[in-house]
């Protein structure tokens, strides 16, 4: 099944980004990058291959439904307590855990949504996956509940942010001009999208009425949803940089590199949050780490996961 290229792009991208609707319609009249929904088949697929054409399948879109719900439920884990610590000037510790009377159910909530994923992402056939209990299933269109159209908003916006970086993949094939260096054309395709979500943020706030301190935050969370994505489905070994992508720190640094968030941001909260939870998952959550701001601890944590290896620390 193909969906056509300027139809899918204007659906998804006039919702997320609507102050750059005519420089994408500028885009995809000179590249015409060809949206291709790909016959089924296992693993977690959004790439941009040759001839212009960006492929996904339709696996791949309810994987990122579902850890969008798998971030919402790490902020139900820990956004509570990254909050208390900061307001107590306390350091992180581990051990304060098992003093969380329910955070034991409230960790595994997150360990089943992870572990549906990758279930999905290997299953021979998606008719034979099981669906999680108490998650909306995106033929439903948007929830109603409060929360769950929040993580659906979320969903879309990082989708977008992903299809905009493969989007520079093509852009760059078709100039002829692609970075020698692949980790390069990897940062460089990240700031390509990110600028495109956020570069003309003041105007649409002003346009649109909408705080922009808010609207910031919340396309650094999609933003960061969109890393999210990346760091489930690479092994957990190449959270560091490898021959042909960049670390997750390095990759976050260019989503917050000129942004301007305040250190205590929320958006700092959900990424934290995010990493805390999927470092539990692996069993490499840190054993303290001190911190005077939430950009610091949620910087500390990614270096954790970009540490984190099969060996012991």
């Not at 760059?172 to 570069?199: K, T, Y």
Request: glycine content about 4%; charged content about 25%; aromatic content about 10%.
């Amino acid at each position: 099944m193909e969906i056509n290229a300027e139809d899918a792009i204007k659906k998804l991208l006039e919702g997320v980004i609507p102050e750059r609707s005519d420089e994408m319609e500028a885009y995809l009249s000179k590249y015409a990058p060809h949206f291709s929904l790909c016959d089924d088949r296992p693993g977690f697929v959004v790439e941009a291959g040759a001839f212009g054409i960006l492929k996904f399948t339709h696996r791949t879109m309810l994987q990122m439904w579902l850890l969008g719900f798998a971030a919402k439920q790490a902020m139900h884990s820990y956004s509570f307590l990254i909050a208390y610590l900061l307001k107590s000037n306390a350091k992180f510790n581990a051990n304060l855990l098992r003093n969380i009377s329910d955070q034991d159910e409230v960790d595994e909530k997150y360990n089943k949504l992870i572990k549906s994923v990758y279930a999905l992402a290997e299953v021979p056939d998606i008719e034979q996956f099981s669906w999680p209990s108490g998650i909306p299933h995106p033929e439903n269109g948007k929830p109603t509940d409060v929360e769950d159209a929040a993580v659906f908003d979320l969903n879309c916006m990082a989708t977008a942010y992903l299809f905009l970086h493969e989007m520079k993949h093509i852009a760059f094939s078709l100039d002829g001009n692609c970075p020698e260096n692949p980790i390069q054309e990897e940062l460089e395709c990240d700031r390509f999208a990110r600028n495109l979500m956020i570069d003309n943020l003041a105007k649409y706030s002003e346009e649109s009425g909408y705080p922009l301190d808010r609207l910031k935050s919340k396309r650094a969370m999609s933003m960061a949803l969109g890393s999210f994505f990346m760091l489930i489905i690479t092994p957990k070994e190449l959270w560091g940089s490898s021959q042909t992508h960049p670390s997750m720190a390095e990759r976050v640094n260019v989503i917050v590199a000129e942004l301007h968030i305040p250190d205590n941001d929320k958006f700092w909260i959900y990424l934290a949050s995010i990493f805390l939870s999927q470092l539990r998952y692996i069993g490499k959550m840190p054993n303290e780490i001190e911190f005077t701001n939430l950009k610091e601890l949620c910087l500390a944590l990614i270096e954790r996961a970009n540490n984190a290896s099969n060996k012991a620390n």
